[in-house]
Protein backbone atom coordinates (compact mmCIF):
# COMPACT_ATOMS: atom_id res chain seq x y z
CA UNK A 1 0.00 0.00 0.00
CA UNK A 2 1.16 3.39 -0.84
CA UNK A 3 0.47 6.76 1.04
CA UNK A 4 0.07 10.47 0.33
CA UNK A 5 0.16 13.59 3.03
CA UNK A 6 -2.23 16.40 3.16
CA UNK A 7 -0.19 19.52 5.00
CA UNK A 8 -2.71 22.63 5.49
CA UNK A 9 -0.59 25.58 7.38
CA UNK A 10 -2.82 28.16 9.37
CA UNK A 11 -1.20 30.86 11.68
CA UNK A 12 -1.93 28.69 14.35
CA UNK A 13 -1.99 25.04 13.53
CA UNK A 14 -0.50 22.64 11.30
CA UNK A 15 -3.06 20.17 9.90
CA UNK A 16 -2.33 17.16 8.39
CA UNK A 17 -3.86 14.00 6.91
CA UNK A 18 -2.42 10.88 6.36
CA UNK A 19 -4.21 9.39 3.18
CA UNK A 20 -3.97 6.17 1.17
CA UNK A 21 -3.05 6.06 -2.73
CA UNK A 22 -7.14 5.34 -3.21
CA UNK A 23 -7.97 8.66 -1.22
CA UNK A 24 -8.71 7.56 1.99
CA UNK A 25 -8.06 9.61 4.63
CA UNK A 26 -6.76 7.09 7.78
CA UNK A 27 -5.19 9.69 10.06
CA UNK A 28 -4.82 12.86 10.66
CA UNK A 29 -3.64 15.30 13.51
CA UNK A 30 -2.78 18.77 14.28
CA UNK A 31 0.22 20.89 15.14
CA UNK A 32 1.04 24.37 16.81
CA UNK A 33 2.29 26.95 13.95
CA UNK A 34 5.40 27.95 15.47
CA UNK A 35 5.92 31.24 13.78
CA UNK A 36 8.47 32.91 15.92
CA UNK A 37 12.22 33.71 14.43
CA UNK A 38 10.19 34.23 10.51
CA UNK A 39 8.95 31.02 10.43
CA UNK A 40 12.34 29.04 11.49
CA UNK A 41 10.93 26.05 12.63
CA UNK A 42 7.49 25.66 11.16
CA UNK A 43 8.84 23.21 7.98
CA UNK A 44 11.19 20.96 10.42
CA UNK A 45 8.29 20.53 13.12
CA UNK A 46 6.06 19.10 9.95
CA UNK A 47 8.89 16.86 8.87
CA UNK A 48 9.47 16.03 12.31
CA UNK A 49 5.77 15.54 13.21
CA UNK A 50 5.02 13.38 9.84
CA UNK A 51 8.77 10.83 10.83
CA UNK A 52 6.69 10.28 14.07
CA UNK A 53 3.12 9.70 12.66
CA UNK A 54 4.67 7.56 10.27
CA UNK A 55 6.70 5.55 12.69
CA UNK A 56 3.50 5.41 15.38
CA UNK A 57 1.51 3.59 11.94
CA UNK A 58 3.81 1.44 11.31
CA UNK A 59 4.43 3.27 7.36
CA UNK A 60 7.79 3.49 5.93
CA UNK A 61 8.66 6.81 4.55
CA UNK A 62 9.61 5.29 1.11
CA UNK A 63 5.74 4.06 0.77
CA UNK A 64 5.00 7.73 1.02
CA UNK A 65 4.54 8.92 -2.60
CA UNK A 66 4.43 12.67 -1.69
CA UNK A 67 2.73 15.28 0.03
CA UNK A 68 0.72 18.79 -0.87
CA UNK A 69 0.75 21.49 1.29
CA UNK A 70 -1.36 24.52 1.49
CA UNK A 71 0.30 28.08 2.46
CA UNK A 72 -1.68 30.80 3.82
CA UNK A 73 -0.39 33.48 0.86
CA UNK A 74 0.47 33.88 -2.71
CA UNK A 75 2.24 31.38 -4.39
CA UNK A 76 3.87 31.26 -7.72
CA UNK A 77 3.65 28.51 -10.27
CA UNK A 78 7.00 27.09 -9.29
CA UNK A 79 6.41 27.31 -5.60
CA UNK A 80 8.07 29.81 -4.85
CA UNK A 81 6.73 32.73 -1.97
CA UNK A 82 7.44 35.93 -1.65
CA UNK A 83 6.09 36.46 2.07
CA UNK A 84 3.32 35.32 4.26
CA UNK A 85 2.97 37.40 6.52
CA UNK A 86 0.72 35.56 8.96
CA UNK A 87 3.77 32.82 9.11
CA UNK A 88 6.29 35.43 8.92
CA UNK A 89 8.13 33.64 6.09
CA UNK A 90 9.65 35.37 3.12
CA UNK A 91 11.30 34.58 -0.20
CA UNK A 92 11.25 30.53 0.30
CA UNK A 93 10.51 27.89 -1.75
CA UNK A 94 8.80 25.87 0.89
CA UNK A 95 8.07 22.81 -0.86
CA UNK A 96 12.06 22.36 -1.71
CA UNK A 97 12.47 22.93 2.05
CA UNK A 98 9.91 20.37 3.62
CA UNK A 99 11.49 17.44 0.57
CA UNK A 100 15.18 17.88 2.06
CA UNK A 101 14.05 17.17 4.79
CA UNK A 102 12.03 14.53 4.42
CA UNK A 103 14.76 12.82 1.88
CA UNK A 104 13.74 13.54 -1.57
CA UNK A 105 10.05 13.31 -1.11
CA UNK A 106 8.00 14.92 -3.53
CA UNK A 107 6.32 18.05 -1.93
CA UNK A 108 3.55 19.96 -4.00
CA UNK A 109 2.85 23.40 -2.91
CA UNK A 110 -0.32 26.00 -3.65
CA UNK A 111 -2.34 28.51 -2.02
CA UNK A 112 -4.77 27.68 0.73
CA UNK A 113 -7.79 28.38 -0.12
CA UNK A 114 -7.02 27.13 -3.39
CA UNK A 115 -6.21 23.61 -2.09
CA UNK A 116 -9.69 23.50 0.00
CA UNK A 117 -11.36 24.55 -3.09
CA UNK A 118 -9.07 21.63 -5.11
CA UNK A 119 -10.76 19.51 -1.62
CA UNK A 120 -14.62 20.40 -2.01
CA UNK A 121 -14.37 19.47 -5.64
CA UNK A 122 -12.95 16.45 -5.03
CA UNK A 123 -14.97 14.62 -2.02
CA UNK A 124 -16.64 17.88 -0.77
CA UNK A 125 -20.03 19.87 -1.97
CA UNK A 126 -18.78 19.91 -5.77
CA UNK A 127 -17.99 16.34 -5.78
CA UNK A 128 -18.61 14.70 -9.35
CA UNK A 129 -18.48 18.01 -11.19
CA UNK A 130 -15.33 19.58 -12.73
CA UNK A 131 -15.18 23.01 -11.55
CA UNK A 132 -15.60 24.78 -8.64
CA UNK A 133 -15.22 28.50 -7.06
CA UNK A 134 -14.80 28.28 -3.27
CA UNK A 135 -15.55 31.03 -1.31
CA UNK A 136 -14.42 31.37 2.65
CA UNK A 137 -16.26 33.71 4.44
CA UNK A 138 -14.29 33.88 7.93
CA UNK A 139 -12.39 37.11 8.95
CA UNK A 140 -11.60 37.88 5.66
CA UNK A 141 -13.07 36.67 2.49
CA UNK A 142 -10.99 33.86 0.75
CA UNK A 143 -11.28 32.03 -2.86
CA UNK A 144 -9.85 29.43 -4.91
CA UNK A 145 -10.79 28.02 -8.09
CA UNK A 146 -10.49 25.04 -10.25
CA UNK A 147 -10.85 24.81 -14.01
CA UNK A 148 -11.21 21.46 -15.40
CA UNK A 149 -9.55 19.27 -12.05
CA UNK A 150 -7.02 22.18 -12.48
CA UNK A 151 -6.01 25.26 -9.51
CA UNK A 152 -5.94 28.83 -10.68
CA UNK A 153 -3.15 29.87 -9.07
CA UNK A 154 -2.29 32.71 -11.49
CA UNK A 155 0.50 34.56 -12.87
CA UNK A 156 1.62 36.29 -9.47
CA UNK A 157 -0.30 33.51 -6.99
CA UNK A 158 -3.28 35.71 -6.66
CA UNK A 159 -5.92 33.68 -8.51
CA UNK A 160 -9.47 33.26 -6.74
CA UNK A 161 -8.26 36.63 -4.52
CA UNK A 162 -12.32 37.16 -5.05
CA UNK A 163 -12.48 39.11 -1.43
CA UNK A 164 -10.25 41.74 -2.65
CA UNK A 165 -12.30 42.26 -6.29
CA UNK A 166 -13.17 45.94 -5.63
CA UNK A 167 -17.15 46.29 -5.38
CA UNK A 168 -17.20 49.83 -4.12
CA UNK A 169 -14.96 52.77 -5.98
CA UNK A 170 -16.26 55.51 -3.99
CA UNK A 171 -15.63 53.36 -0.51
CA UNK A 172 -13.29 56.31 1.71
CA UNK A 173 -12.17 53.48 4.41
CA UNK A 174 -9.07 51.17 3.75
CA UNK A 175 -9.00 46.97 3.60
CA UNK A 176 -6.24 45.40 4.83
CA UNK A 177 -4.79 44.92 1.59
CA UNK A 178 -4.31 48.99 1.12
CA UNK A 179 -7.07 48.94 -1.21
CA UNK A 180 -10.28 50.49 -0.87
CA UNK A 181 -14.41 49.14 -1.76
CA UNK A 182 -12.73 45.20 -1.92
CA UNK A 183 -15.43 43.11 -1.13
CA UNK A 184 -13.83 41.48 2.10
CA UNK A 185 -14.92 45.10 3.46
CA UNK A 186 -19.14 43.81 3.23
CA UNK A 187 -19.17 40.14 2.82
CA UNK A 188 -16.62 38.78 5.81
CA UNK A 189 -17.88 38.16 9.60
CA UNK A 190 -15.87 41.62 9.84
CA UNK A 191 -17.85 43.36 6.77
CA UNK A 192 -20.97 41.87 7.47
CA UNK A 193 -21.40 43.28 11.41
CA UNK A 194 -19.48 46.68 9.63
CA UNK A 195 -22.56 47.06 7.09
CA UNK A 196 -25.05 46.35 9.81
CA UNK A 197 -23.64 49.38 12.26
CA UNK A 198 -23.27 51.85 8.89
CA UNK A 199 -26.87 51.04 8.45
CA UNK A 200 -28.03 51.65 12.04
CA UNK A 201 -26.23 55.00 12.38
CA UNK A 202 -28.12 55.99 9.12
CA UNK A 203 -31.34 55.03 10.11
CA UNK A 204 -33.93 55.37 13.09
CA UNK A 205 -35.56 52.23 12.43
CA UNK A 206 -36.59 49.80 15.18
CA UNK A 207 -33.40 46.47 15.12
CA UNK A 208 -32.70 44.01 18.01
CA UNK A 209 -29.21 45.18 16.74
CA UNK A 210 -29.11 48.20 18.75
CA UNK A 211 -29.29 46.21 21.70
CA UNK A 212 -25.57 44.85 21.05
CA UNK A 213 -22.17 46.48 22.04
CA UNK A 214 -20.13 45.07 19.76
CA UNK A 215 -22.32 43.25 16.73
CA UNK A 216 -20.97 40.33 15.22
CA UNK A 217 -21.97 38.37 12.25
CA UNK A 218 -24.02 35.64 13.75
CA UNK A 219 -25.75 38.66 15.34
CA UNK A 220 -26.46 39.81 12.08
CA UNK A 221 -27.56 36.71 10.59
CA UNK A 222 -29.38 35.09 13.66
CA UNK A 223 -31.62 38.41 13.68
CA UNK A 224 -32.19 38.27 10.05
CA UNK A 225 -33.03 34.66 10.50
CA UNK A 226 -35.84 35.56 13.21
CA UNK A 227 -37.55 38.53 11.17
CA UNK A 228 -35.56 41.76 11.78
CA UNK A 229 -36.32 43.88 9.18
CA UNK A 230 -32.78 46.01 9.56
CA UNK A 231 -30.81 42.78 9.96
CA UNK A 232 -32.03 40.99 7.32
CA UNK A 233 -31.90 44.49 5.38
CA UNK A 234 -28.43 44.79 6.04
CA UNK A 235 -27.47 40.90 5.26
CA UNK A 236 -29.23 41.76 1.89
CA UNK A 237 -26.93 44.43 1.57
CA UNK A 238 -24.17 42.29 2.02
CA UNK A 239 -25.04 39.38 -0.13
CA UNK A 240 -26.13 41.06 -2.77
CA UNK A 241 -22.28 42.28 -3.44
CA UNK A 242 -21.17 38.94 -2.93
CA UNK A 243 -23.88 37.52 -5.68
CA UNK A 244 -22.51 40.50 -7.80
CA UNK A 245 -18.98 39.76 -7.35
CA UNK A 246 -19.66 35.91 -8.30
CA UNK A 247 -21.59 37.15 -11.48
CA UNK A 248 -18.15 38.75 -12.37
CA UNK A 249 -16.04 35.28 -11.66
CA UNK A 250 -18.23 33.52 -13.21
CA UNK A 251 -18.33 35.54 -16.42
CA UNK A 252 -14.37 35.11 -16.49
CA UNK A 253 -14.04 31.29 -15.68
CA UNK A 254 -17.79 30.12 -15.37
CA UNK A 255 -17.45 27.59 -12.70
CA UNK A 256 -19.81 24.50 -12.41
CA UNK A 257 -20.60 25.65 -8.58
CA UNK A 258 -19.71 27.68 -6.06
CA UNK A 259 -19.20 26.30 -2.61
CA UNK A 260 -19.60 28.85 0.46
CA UNK A 261 -17.46 27.70 3.57
CA UNK A 262 -16.00 29.60 6.35
CA UNK A 263 -17.57 30.56 9.95
CA UNK A 264 -20.48 32.68 8.57
CA UNK A 265 -21.50 29.74 6.24
CA UNK A 266 -22.82 27.98 9.73
CA UNK A 267 -25.89 30.13 8.64
CA UNK A 268 -26.64 27.61 6.70
CA UNK A 269 -29.00 27.41 3.41
CA UNK A 270 -30.71 30.96 4.17
CA UNK A 271 -27.32 32.10 3.56
CA UNK A 272 -26.79 30.51 0.59
CA UNK A 273 -30.24 30.79 -0.51
CA UNK A 274 -29.59 34.54 -0.42
CA UNK A 275 -26.59 34.40 -2.01
CA UNK A 276 -28.18 32.18 -5.22
CA UNK A 277 -30.84 34.43 -5.48
CA UNK A 278 -28.64 37.56 -5.91
CA UNK A 279 -25.79 35.83 -8.21
CA UNK A 280 -29.52 34.76 -9.79
CA UNK A 281 -30.24 38.76 -10.13
CA UNK A 282 -27.07 39.76 -12.23
CA UNK A 283 -25.87 36.31 -13.68
CA UNK A 284 -28.31 36.76 -17.28
CA UNK A 285 -25.92 35.64 -20.09
CA UNK A 286 -25.65 31.35 -18.50
CA UNK A 287 -28.47 29.36 -17.08
CA UNK A 288 -28.45 25.44 -15.07
CA UNK A 289 -30.91 23.54 -14.27
CA UNK A 290 -29.43 23.13 -11.22
CA UNK A 291 -28.37 25.69 -8.29
CA UNK A 292 -25.03 27.14 -8.61
CA UNK A 293 -24.59 28.13 -4.73
CA UNK A 294 -23.70 25.42 -2.11
CA UNK A 295 -22.77 25.05 0.97
CA UNK A 296 -19.04 23.18 1.70
CA UNK A 297 -19.26 19.79 3.13
CA UNK A 298 -15.46 19.17 5.03
CA UNK A 299 -15.01 22.16 7.09
CA UNK A 300 -11.81 22.49 8.22
CA UNK A 301 -10.87 19.33 6.47
CA UNK A 302 -11.38 20.44 2.89
CA UNK A 303 -7.41 21.54 2.81
CA UNK A 304 -5.84 18.27 3.61
CA UNK A 305 -8.10 16.59 1.35
CA UNK A 306 -6.74 18.90 -1.19
CA UNK A 307 -3.96 18.89 -0.57
CA UNK A 308 -3.66 15.25 -0.94
CA UNK A 309 -5.40 15.61 -4.22
CA UNK A 310 -2.44 17.73 -5.34
CA UNK A 311 0.00 14.63 -5.16
CA UNK A 312 -2.64 11.88 -6.11
Known sequence: MKYCIGIDIGGTTIKHGIFTENGELINKYELPTRCGENGKYIFSDIADGIRAKLAELQIELSDVIGAGMGIPGPVLADGYVNVCVNLGIS???PGQELSRLLDGMEVKVSNDANVAA????????????????????????GGGIVINGKIVDGALGAGGEIGHI??????????????????????????????????????GQ?????KFENITAKDVC????SGDELAYASLRKSMNLLGLALQHVS?????????????????????TDMIEEEFVRYNKLTKTDYRRVLLAKLGNDAGIYGCAKMVL
Open 91 to 93: SIY
Open 206 to 210: DSELR
Open 222 to 225: DLAK
Open 118 to 141: LGELWQGAGKGKSSVCMVTLGTGV
Open 251 to 271: MCVDPEVFVIGGGVSKAGEFL
Open 166 to 203: CMNPMEEESCNCGGKGCLEQYASATGIARVARRMLASS
